[in-house]
């Protein structure tokens, strides 16, 4: 049992379900548009993980130097 994963009779079936709903003229912008948001998701969170490393390396190099003074004293 494959619970979670999705199949081609579960996609045929959204996929026909859409049809129905949306009508064939309407599913081509819809999956435009779907696909703008997922672009736009992937790259706002690549963007933020980019902006996380930066400033954890930023804490990282500026809290070395004040553990190796502790240490000194």
């Not at 619970?3 to 996609?11: A, N, P, T, V």
């Not at 045929?12 to 379900?17: C, D, I, K, S």
């Not at 049809?19 to 672009?39: D, M, N, T, V, Y």
């Amino acid at each position: 049992m494959n619970m979670g994963r999705i199949g081609f009779q579960e996609l045929a079936l959204v996929f026909g379900l859409a049809l129905l709903i949306f009508g064939p003229a309407k599913l081509p912008e819809i999956g435009k548009s779907l696909g703008k948001g997922i672009r736009e998701f992937k790259s706002a969170t690549i963007e933020k993980t980019s902006e996380e490393k930066t400033e954890n390396k930023a804490k990282e190099e500026t809290s070395e130097p004040t553990e190796d003074r502790e240490n000194d004293q």
